[in-house]
């Protein structure tokens, strides 16, 4: 089964289509990069995906359930992480970690705080609100909250901007460790990282898709090219 | 196409609506300057029949003297009647919008509370006239005149609220949404002279009293006309409107 | 229900941490009644607060809700919590229920202290009628309604340019109704002549009335300003 399979997905507002007849499907297991310059839809596209915004038109089934008809079933196995981290600066960790785990409905919340909290290594600090933390743990704090309910399917809506290199790292490193059999959705506009991150990439220019394959059969030389083309092409 | 959703049919403009519209202004105008000549020629001159005894409003002594400013009734009724009519159609295509989410109802709830923006000036214009001739000052915090001058208000508000958001899709939802609960103050604007029994205010359309036809038949002239002028008025500002989104269209098209 | 609790306890604790809206509000409140003061100042000594009281105190309710209403929301939008509560699958109307109930409980603790305030500032140099108990009916109608209406409210201008203004703009016309009636149910109350009784139940009713009207249309409408 596909982790997601998305069928002439649009996303328009009057006669403007954000996202336009968009097609593709990636198995479980994967990691999608999705490419394009500013405007080209890329977050649109994640937020109609991530059950955010609802599509006008198409289908798009995560897991076989359909986003539009059943967004309430699929959001459980959804997990998004932005560069905004979710987390309330006024509550603690384990508070907001707690806060999150109930609403979701987990059987042993608590239980599953503390695993959590342990994964990202900020169980010492679990009683500190998060106004406290630095920037590389809050971060870390945002993973944990977004991986609380064990998502299959995690967005990453561009988790770079605004990270030091060094929580780049850390980043990396906790992304490697959570990654296990999960589907990571990774919107980007650092074309050489989120490359070498995924294992299929997807090109976006105003709203349609202009190149969607496996990493394998895709020349990376080629790839940028066409990139620098579809930034000439400017906004939809 | 194996799109499931159901076709909706969008209000289009160029229509024979459109053809209409000017036809309609036209009629309008005409209904409701040939309502005003009769209402100067055969209703007859009103003594206190709308406002009962001695009021005192603002130092002033307010009795039977009703008489030819009486014939504003002609113009301030059917014009604060359509304004309130343009509304509910914002409402409804409020409610049509996040059914649909088609941007087009946006365009109509627009158009709608432009047209009822319009008709509410008119009518505040005119009620002032007649409140300074009548009641001896420009401004009082009457029931009706209050609840009215509210409703101006959240009309205004609900084109600072549009302007104030940039993601079109948002700023439709928020405007639809607003135009639906402004929408809560009309009926109550419409009903205040019944529940406040203090007020001074006329109450016109009421089973008891009634008008003579002699009132009634320029009344209702003038009252067909403001419905045929907003009408057109409407179909013109939506015509104007669709064009204006076609241009957008085509432009955003040759840049490519 | 459970979904409604764990919202609504979020709300306290983060406000029972910080004391912001509380604190704000609560000064803002004093603030309010200090300006009061010296708008009054000049007044006769035959000046009849009794008949304005009721006026002053729904000034004052207004105003200091305006404030509260304002910051109700920033916590959501600054970090995207709002963007992560709704990716959880829960009823967004539930989400309104909770966020009103919050702004209701906070309104209500500001005027637990406002309003003794008020009476000592301005009400203890007359006698206010018996009745003047009865005014925590009004009190309570129409802060349920300045709640309700404000969530639904709140929730569109956090998204808007300016919003702080912006609220004001779309909140006080909306209330008005409400406002009128609770003035004239406060206000008679306080005067307590003889029948005031028939001002005081009518008002009362109408401002129920717009209550359930509103909170019911904010409650239906908030899906679709919450997911916009």
């Not at chain 3, 309710?61 to 509560?85: M, Q, Y």
């Not at chain 3, 109704?177 to 009362?204: K, R």
Request: charged share 15%; aromatic share 10%.
């Amino acid at each position: 089964m596909s982790a997601l399979e998305v069928s002439r997905l649009t996303k328009a507002f009057g006669s403007r289509k954000a996202v336009d007849q968009v097609s593709f499907a990636v198995p479980e297991g994967a990691f999608l990069s999705i490419f394009g310059p500013n405007g080209a839809g890329k977050t649109t596209l994640l937020r109609v995906l991530a059950t955010l915004s609802r599509p006008t038109s198409g289908s798009a089934q995560l897991l076989g359930i359909d986003i539009k008809e059943a967004a309430d079933k699929a959001r459980t196995h959804i997990g998004l992480i932005s560069h905004s981290p979710m987390l309330y600066p006024d509550l603690t960790a384990e508070e907001n970690l707690l806060f999150v785990a109930r609403l979701y409905g987990l059987a042993d919340a608590q239980g599953r705080v503390g695993e959590m909290l342990d994964a990202v290594e900020l169980k010492h600090r679990r009683h500190d609100t998060v106004r406290t933390f630095s920037r590389g743990m809050t971060q870390r704090l945002s993973i944990a909250r977004a991986l609380i309910h064990d998502p299959a399917v995690v967005f990453l809506d561009e988790p770079y901007s605004g990270l030091d290199p060094h929580a780049v790292e850390i980043f990396d490193g906790l992304i490697d460790v959570v990654r296990q059999d999960r589907t990571f959705i990774m919107v980007s506009h650092d074309l050489r990282k989120g490359f070498d991150m995924c294992s299929h990439a997807l090109m976006l220019a105003k709203g349609r898709v202009v190149a969607f394959d496996e990493k394998a059969s895709i020349d990376f030389a080629g790839f940028s090219q066409l990139y620098a083309q579809t930034v000439g092409m400017g906004v939809a | 196409m194996n799109d499931t959703k159901k076709a909706v049919r969008l209000p289009e403009a160029g229509g024979m609506w459109d053809k209409a519209a000017p036809f309609a202004l036209l009629a309008g105008a005409l209904l409701a300057t040939l309502g005003f000549i009769l209402t100067f020629t055969t209703a007859p001159l009103v003594l206190g029949a709308t406002v009962n005894g001695v009021e005192l409003i603002g130092d002033q002594m307010v009795s039977n003297k009703l008489l030819l400013s009486q014939k504003i009734f002609y113009f301030h009724v059917p014009v604060a009647i359509a304004s309130m009519l343009a509304l509910a159609f914002t409402a409804y295509y409020g409610v049509r919008f996040l059914m649909t989410k088609e941007a087009r109802f946006d365009t109509c709830a627009k158009t709608a509370t432009e047209t009822a923006l319009v008709f509410i000036i008119c009518t505040m214009v005119s009620g002032e006239l007649w409140t300074r001739f009548e009641w001896g000052v420009w401004w009082t915090w009457e029931p009706r005149l209050t609840t009215y001058l509210i409703l101006m208000l959240l009309v205004i508000a609900y084109f600072i609220l549009r302007n104030a958001i940039d993601d079109p899709e948002r700023r439709a939802s928020y405007a639809a949404v607003f135009g639906i609960i402004t929408f809560v103050d009309v009926p109550i604007c419409f009903m205040i002279t019944r529940m406040i029994p203090s007020s001074v205010h006329p109450v016109v359309f009421r089973t008891d009293s009634g008008m003579s036809p002699d009132m009634l038949v320029p009344f209702l002239i003038c009252f067909f006309g403001m419905i045929l002028i907003a009408f057109g008025l409407y179909r013109l500002r939506f015509r104007q409107a669709r064009l204006a989104e076609r241009v957008a269209l085509i432009k955003e098209h040759l840049e490519d | 229900m459970h979904h409604y609790l764990t919202l609504l306890k979020k709300d306290l604790t983060q406000e029972f941490r910080t004391k912001e809206m509380l604190t704000s509000m609560g000064i803002y409140a004093l603030l309010v009644l200090v300006v009061f003061g010296a708008a009054l100042a000049q007044t006769a000594s035959g000046f009849d607060i009794l008949q304005m009281s009721g006026g002053l105190l729904w000034v004052l309710i207004v105003f200091t809700s305006l404030l509260g209403l304002n910051r109700s929301f920033a916590h959501e939008k600054e970090n995207g919590c709002l963007e992560g509560v709704l990716l959880i699958p829960l009823d967004r109307s539930v989400i309104f229920l909770a966020k009103a109930t919050s702004n209701l409980l906070f309104l209500f603790a500001v005027e637990v202290v406002t309003v003794p305030l008020f009476y000592f500032f301005f009400l203890t140099t007359t006698t206010p009628a018996a009745s003047f108990w009865m005014i925590v009916a009004p009190l309570i109608v129409g802060t349920v309604g300045i709640a309700g209406i404000g969530t639904l409210l709140s929730t569109i201008t956090i998204n808007t340019r300016g919003r702080d203004v912006m609220l004001a703009v779309l909140f006080i016309p909306l209330v008005y109704p409400l406002l009128y009636a609770c003035v004239s149910a406060t206000t008679a109350a306080i005067i307590g002549s003889e029948g005031f009784m028939d001002v005081f139940a009518p008002a009362l009713l109408l401002a129920g009335g717009y209550d359930i009207i509103m909170v019911l249309l904010s409650w239906v409408l908030y899906d679709f300003v919450i997911s916009a």
